[in-house]
Every structure is written in C-alpha cells, then in structure tokens.
C-alpha cells in the first residue's frame, strides 16, 4: 500500500489524460476534488491488487456521461459519495475498497476522492486499462462479472437502483437515467470480491497513469523530449505530427462523437491524418489507411509539452503529435473484441494489434 | 371487506374503461389475468378504507406506459409481482394491502392480481378516481405523500429502483426508463400507511367501477338506455352525440397524444365537438367552446351499448355519445389545479367545474 502525494495526484491526473485516450473527461475538476482531500488532511491510500483479500468486497466508483458537460457541471462534493454509500447499503456489510472502473480521465481521479472521504483504499486497478464509451467495455464484463446492482446519483439528490438482465442492459437503462439527470451521473457498479478483481482487471493502472505524468514532467525539467519518455514508459508508437485544421462533433444519444483532421509536419509533410472519436479516440487513418484502432490507445499531445489534449478541446490550429499505444491482453481476445473492437463501433475492419501495424511500417 | 366475483371483475373492468376517460390503457388484458387468478382458486378481496388500521403499509401497484404498446405487449403473468416484492422487500415488513394508483383502465385492474397473489387484499381507493398520464398527477401527491421509494420492472426481468428529491423527478425518471424498457413497465411506488390512504386517497373507486359496469350490464339487459344509468351513477352529464369523422394520434415522449372530430347526430345535427386527449381525454371543445376539461372526466361511449371506447381504439365512423363526469373534490383545489388542471396541459383555459358549465347551458 502506497500514500498519494499531492505531487502523485498531478501526476495521476496527468498520465491519466494521456490514457483516456481523448474521452474519459477532463481530469482537471477530478484532481481539484482529490487535491482539496488532501489539503483537508484526509489519506489518499493505493493498494496493489495482490494485495487485496480474495473475499473483500470492492466497489468501483466512477462518472458518466458526456465529458462536454461534465466539464460544465461542477460536482458540489458529496454527489460522488451518494451513489458508492447506496451500493455499499445494499450489500451490508464492509466495504475494503473502491477502485476505478476506467484508468483515463476524470474515472481515475474520482475513486481516490472516493477512498479518502470513506477511509477506504483504492486498488491499483481497473476495468479498462483506458477509457470506454459504454458501461459493459470493462474487462470485467469479458470475465463475466455483472455490473449491476449499480447505483447512480446526480447532484440534485436523486439516486437509482439498476438491477439489469445483463451488463448491456446495464448500460442502456444507465444512459437514459444519464442523459435525464443533465448528462453527468455519479455511479457505483460491478461490485465485486478481491479475487474477481485479480481475475478480471487491468493491474497497476494507477500507477502507470501516475508513472506517465511523472516521466512528462521530469523529461520537461530536463528539457528532454517529453513524447519519447512516454513511448517508452507505454510501449507506444508515434503515429503523426502535424497541425489541426478540421473538428468535427456533435451530441448523438449522450455521446460526442466527431472526427479531426490534421495536416502533417515535419516527416509527415505530405500526409494527413484523421482522428475518428466517440469520447474517446476510435481509429487514426493515415493517407486512407487504418494505423491504429481501438481497443489499442491512440491519444493526442501537444506537441511542445506532450500534454494530453482531450477530444472536447481538440481546436483548429493546435500542433500535435499522436501515439498509439498497446491495449492490455485482456482486450485482445475473439470475446473482449466483439466488446471493443472496430466492428463494434462501426468500422468495417478487423483489428490488428498495433505493434503489427508498426512493424509493417517499418 | 368483500370478495369480487368474477361477474364483479367484468363489471368493475367496463367501469374502469368509463373511469380511464378514454386512457389508462385497455383493461382487457388486466380483466384476463385477474380471472384467471380466480379460475386458479385465489381470491380477489377488497377492503374499505375505513377498514384498513392506520399504521397499516399500503404499497400501490400499477403498469406505465403506452396503452399502445401496452395492449401489444401480453404480460408473461409473474411481471406485475416483481416490481410490487422489490418495494416489498425494500420496507422489510409486512405489507397489508395492495391498492390502484388510478381508477381507471388496466391499472384499476392489475391490482386485482396482485393482491390475490399475494394473498393480501385490494384497498377500495385509488390517487385518482379517474386516470391520468404522470405520476405526480396524484390525490397522494398534492397531500404531501413522496412517490418513492418506486420500483419499475419489465418483462426481460431488468428492475429499477428510484430515489428521487420529489414527484415531479420520479416522473421524468420512471419515464425514460419506461420508454427504454420498450414502452411499458410495472411499477409499484407510494407506498403509504392506512392513515396516509385516508387522507389522501380517493375512495370508494373500485366499487364506483364495479357498480357503473353493472349498471350497463343491468340496463341493457332490460332494455333500457345504459348512458343514462352510468350519468345516474356518476352524477354525469351528456355532453354530445355523433360520428367519428377525424381522429389524429402521434406518439410523443412516450405518450398518445391526438385529437378526435365528432359531427353531431340528432339534436347535436348541427354541431361539431373536438376532443383533445393526451393518453387520456382532457379538452371536449364543442362549437369552439370548452364545454368540460380536466380533471373533470370526459368518456366517449359506443352510443347503442353504452360501452367506452379507448383512445386508442377510436375510428372514422363510429357513432358515439360523449360524457362529462365531475372529479373528486380533492382535485378542485388551487393546489391541485396546478398538478393536472388544464393550462398544465397547455390550454390557456380556467377550470370551471362541469356542474357549472352544465349549469350555464340549461
């Protein structure tokens, strides 16, 4: 078990953004709620998986909706409690820990305000390795582990209880109780035991999120190049470098979906690249072919700094560059592919793990 | 208390038709299920509510939706108790009597098979005396009593359980929840003690249904006019005789909502009546002029047999008489009028009470 420092949350916050992958929100608000718990004197404890006893209990705590208006809707506090003490009723009895249901974005950052508030750890742990869309992209779902009963809140005070057939009708019952709230729900869900979270979960997330800003901001003292301190840190790829000159997006059952053009630089001055995204980055297409497609990470940084730019705040004219960066192996099987593959999400194309693409390449 | 008959579950299953002013769906179905709990050997008990000891728990058990989609959708049978044993389940305690949230269609109905299920009787109220399309538009709401704890359940097995800060919330959840189900759900909600039914209910609903069904059946057997025995009854007026000749119906965020044209027949030969409903009838616009509104009732009945006919089943051609019914008491308060008077509605009209513009006319 480790403590986060202050240092470790900026970090945190940070490398999560990077695998986010675009979507996931911004982890800004996130990190302002986990920073203020620890000015507050409360202990923000990590554990790692192994860790954890088989039969504790673990509830996940996490935000939903669309990252376009939970960055307008500012969390009073206490909302992201409700959800995560009704689950924790339900259940009666101890809860040893919360965890992230997802490792990029504001989802990494909320279950530690979570775990301070309540005395509780955070496992080092997740049920992405990334950041998703939908509710049953988790690992945990792949491993047959029910999401439900789930708890949802908003910060009017109203709570819902899902008991779902499945984790997809999990999902489709979560987004319209979602969208009614405002767009923004504090949820608690896929409650599960220490073994479950051993068997099914992407391990030491927390840490590679925190080990990503870290590496950023050393290789930025140093005045070294940021980008490649993070390929290495993630096994990435740089995919494109270039300039901004196209955003699209709109609002489409919950969702921002939308797609980004940018116009190469540099080794790429002849090429362009189009950035495919539904919250999240979906699929980079270099020159009319596929270079990387979910459930591998493509994410966007600004060139200079290598921070993290998230799909809500890509803008006309920003220099970027684009990595790709291997999923877990957890997501590379037939079963977790028909969960977040390229098919599902529309592309007619089969997936190939990105460290084949890049060897074709070279 | 009194045991119903299955002679009494016709009767009270046309008097709910006339109550549901034209919504609350088809009792039909509801009038099959509660027979066939008969023809299994249990028994349909009803309770006055004088009868029912103050600090008793009463949980209300209804169907939401459509009537639409909720006459295409046959219940498997064992739906209507998972949403009435979740609430159950949620108090822990025995629960005394089951009761109609609205007098009116089905949901005058279902409860019928409910408590026979369950072996517990039927409270002879209801929050309506008639039926209405929202949750809040309740006798129980205006009184102050809190529509949740509120279960929803469907057909696949999913259940949602709702906590919200007021009626009007519950309503917007439940709501989207309904139309995700696919259009109809089984809900339970306002659980409530004896004494809260007494004072906020409206009573006496279901025997009202039972003796206005067997007062047609009697009339027609005698071969006397059923319309004046259900105006004898209710205490009604006959507001229009004539043929169908338009009726227009879309389906609106979850609700029928349309109008029908009705060219006057014989002392009505030169008149046209407009009847506005939304799930229920809610404006008889006669010559331009509202001649009744709600929360008063407005039914339209086959004009031989005296039997309603449904929104949803009115057609080009049919000839037809169109009643008007005073509402409960309850319903005619400042109060009330703002929960279901009819500018809530959208019409830009005062309520004047049907014995008053009956009054005007004569």
């Known amino acids: 078990m480790w403590e986060l420092t202050k240092q470790d949350v900026e970090d945190l916050a940070t490398g999560a953004a990077i695998l986010g992958t675009g979507g996931g929100g911004d982890p800004y608000l996130g990190k302002l709620m986990a920073l203020s718990v620890l000015e507050k004197g409360m202990k923000i404890n990590v554990i790692p998986p ?7 209990l673990i509830i996940p705590s996490a935000a939903m909706g669309t990252p376009t208006v939970l960055i307008e809707k500012i969390s ?23 965890m992230p249901l997802e490792a990029g974005g504001v989802n990494s950052i909320n279950p530690l305000t979570v775990g301070a508030k309540c005395g509780i750890p955070i496992v080092d742990a997740d049920g992405m390795g990334r950041a998703f869309p939908e509710l049953q992209m988790t690992t945990f779902h792949v491993n047959g582990i029910p999401s439900t009963p789930m708890t949802l809140a908003d910060e009017k005070g109203n709570v819902v209880i899902i008991d779902a057939v499945d984790n997809v009708w999990a999902e489709k019952l979560a987004r319209v109780v979602t969208v009614r709230f405002g767009g923004t729900a504090w949820i608690s869900l896929y409650p599960m035991t220490g073994k479950d979270v051993k068997r099914a979960g992407v391990p030491k997330t927390l840490s590679l999120a925190r080990d990503i800003g870290r590496s950023i901001r050393l290789a930025r003292a140093e005045k070294s190049d940021p980008i490649e301190a993070i390929l290495k840190i993630t096994h990435g790829y740089r995919l494109f470098e270039g300039k901004i000159v196209d955003v699209q997006r709109r609002i489409v059952s919950g969702f921002a979906r939308g797609e980004a053009s940018i116009e190469g630089t540099g080794k790429y001055g002849d090429s362009r690249l189009v950035l495919q995204f539904q919250n999240e980055n979906l699929v980079a297409i270099r020159d009319g072919e596929v270079i990387c497609s979910v459930p591998d990470l493509i994410s966007v940084l600004d060139i200079d700094t290598g921070f993290p730019i998230t799909t809500e705040y890509l803008r006309y004219g920003y220099r970027v560059a684009v990595i790709g960066m291997p999923s877990n192996e957890k997501w590379r099987t037939e079963k977790a592919l028909k969960v977040v593959g390229p098919r599902y999400f529309g592309y007619e194309i089969d997936y190939v793990p990105i460290e084949k693409r890049a060897r074709r390449k070279d």
Chains 1, 2 share one sequence.
């Open 50 to 56: 192994e860790e954890v006893p088989d039969d504790a």
């Open 76 to 98: 009073k506090g206490d909302e992201v409690l409700h959800a995560f003490n009704r689950l924790k009723k339900i259940f009666g009895r101890e809860v040893f820990a919360t």
